[in-house]
């Protein structure tokens, strides 16, 4: 699984902002692909994750309501709506790819091997 995340940018409190990850072709619908975030000085955090090809999403409690993940399988691309936006969504945010098989969504880092260049991700106050 090769990944590619972009989309980041300046955006006012507020905000709205879809980040973009380009997923390889040919991954196993076992993958969950991910969101993570890192923000200055601060340990990387779950954000949201989906399965690749069954139904199932989960989403941090942080941007619940606030953020949408979602995917497009026949264009290989997740994606990240992160709408009414924070200045503590600052961030750089990274894609993430995870074999799960059929085990539930982690949102611990660990179970995701492989990671796309992360995004940065500005909100001003």
């Known amino acids: 699984v090769q990944l590619q995340a972009f989309g980041g940018g300046l955006v006012q409190t507020g905000g709205s902002l879809r980040l973009s990850c380009a997923v390889s072709a040919g991954t196993s619908s076992g993958y969950v692909l991910g969101w993570f975030r890192q923000a200055p000085g601060k340990e990387r955090e779950f954000v949201a994750a989906i399965r690749w090809s069954r139904p199932g999403t989960r989403t941090a409690d942080s941007v619940k309501g606030r953020f949408i993940i979602s995917r497009d399988n026949a264009k290989n691309m997740v994606y990240l709506q992160m709408n009414s936006l924070k200045p503590e969504d600052t961030a750089v945010y990274y894609c993430?790819?995870?074999?799960?098989?059929?085990?539930?969504?982690?949102?611990?880092?660990?179970?995701?091997?492989?990671w796309g260049r992360g995004t940065l991700v500005t909100v001003s106050s």
């Open positions: 993430a790819a995870g074999y799960r098989g059929l085990a539930s969504i982690d949102l611990n880092q660990n179970s995701y091997r492989t």
